[in-house]
């Protein structure tokens, strides 16, 4: 097992990896009781290599691995990249370049919403993962043989996955699907924790500007007290204390303690005088303050039948192609179809998916296909 724990081991491996055309990586980290991530391992394959990166070895400097990420003539393979991305853009400063996701490459190849690393392994490699180190400590050491093994195969497996995923793709024309459904996740609003952005992240159950500014207001305060003390954000307030702070907007620390949410003695400290203040500044300020949020549209009643309608018609002709029917359309867009048709601002009615289910769902509504079944099986047939 090559595992990296010194600059010169480092510094040879990232040189020879900088001469491929595509990395394997995964990590391994811990996040249960700290804001940000502790990064524990990296893991690294090439086509012809594979190594753990420790980087809690001392004085270890990750600059040349960082060098990788942000190569664009290098492919990074993940699974279930996002939150390796946050810790990746924490790493680099930028969100990595040229990034491909097996995970939503499975969804276009027809594995399953949301399809897991072992699924996707068994299902093309005909692997059973071992998972017995998964709930792992990372951060001690040493780790043993079959911890760092069970590590490992996080990555080489992905690198036996990786060229015949890329092959059916092609052979499929599917190859721009994954780079459309991966922009979203270059977005670097994704990975940063700006404190006064923080609202974006809760459920808007009130469109009044004084409710939407004391709940951002309360968002960004625990946002700043969650990074400060590097703490999760739920130890420092749950979200349904902010709910009620938004809907409260205590005046003054009585008022405060008196709110469900709030732990009992918190009132006393000086953090709880920080967040009143910031809650009657936002209120007091609350035209400016208050963040815009889009009126919701309002839907037509009884959209139920419907909606399973076009759920159903979207899983046939799903499954025809072979995609997961997530990939094409989500609940929400489904919604939207069924309240309002061809006007309906859903990625569904665009491009490839128009193609495999828009156009259907809209001669549905328009009453030229219908569902019925044959024998035990649902079919769409068209009406003329």
């Keep these: 097992m090559n595992v990296i724990s010194t600059q010169a081991a480092l510094d040879d491996f990232c040189a020879a990896a900088s001469t491929k055309p ?40 990750l600059t040349p691995f960082n060098a990788l990420l942000m190569d664009e003539n290098i492919i990074k393979v993940l699974h279930a990249a996002r939150q390796d991305m946050e810790i990746f853009y924490a790493l680099c400063k930028a969100v990595p370049k040229n990034i491909f996701d097996t995970q939503i490459a499975g969804m276009a190849l027809g594995y399953g919403d949301s399809v897991g690393y072992g699924a996707l392994v068994k299902g093309r490699l005909d692997i059973n993962l071992d998972k017995g180190a998964r709930f792992t400590d990372w951060s001690r050491r040493p780790l043993s043989e079959k911890q760092l093994s069970y590590a490992i195969g996080d990555v080489t497996h992905l690198r036996d996955l990786y060229p015949g995923i890329v092959t059916e793709l092609e052979a499929k024309k599917r190859m721009s699907w994954i780079i ?15 404190p006064e952005s923080a609202w974006e992240r809760l459920k808007v159950r009130n469109p009044r500007k004084p409710y939407l500014a004391a709940l951002k207001a309360a968002a960004a305060w625990r946002e700043r007290e969650a990074i400060a003390k590097d703490i999760p954000r739920r130890r420092v307030l749950k979200d349904d204390a902010l709910y009620d702070l938004a809907q409260q907007k205590p005046k003054d620390l009585a008022a405060l303690s008196k709110l469900r949410g709030i732990p009992r003695g918190f009132e006393k400290s000086k953090s709880a005088a920080a967040l009143v ?9 609350a035209d400016d303050y208050a963040p815009h949020v889009p009126k919701a549209k309002h839907m037509p009643p009884n959209l139920g039948p419907t909606v399973e309608m076009l759920k159903t018609l979207l899983r046939l002709r799903t499954e025809y192609v072979d995609v ?5 359309a ?13 006007k309906a601002d859903v990625a569904a009615l665009k491009g490839w998916r128009k193609e495999i289910f828009g156009d259907d769902a809209l001669k549905m509504l328009d009453g030229k296909i219908a569902l019925s079944l044959e024998g035990r099986e649902v079919v769409a047939k068209d009406i003329a």
């Design 180 to 194: 459309e459904e991966m922009a979203p996740q270059l977005d670097e609003k994704l990975y940063t924790f700006e």
């Design 324 to 328: 997961a029917p997530r990939m094409v």
């Design 330 to 342: 989500n609940n929400a867009d489904i919604e939207q179809l069924a309240a309002f048709g061809g």
């Design 277 to 285: 203040e910031a809650i009657n500044a936002a209120i007091d300020n």
């Design 22 to 61: 595509f990395i394997c990586v995964d990590t391994e980290f811990m996040r249960e009781s700290t804001f940000y991530s502790i990064l524990c391992l990296i893991q690294v394959a090439t086509n012809d290599d594979e190594a753990i990166i420790d980087p809690l070895a001392d004085g270890l400097d």
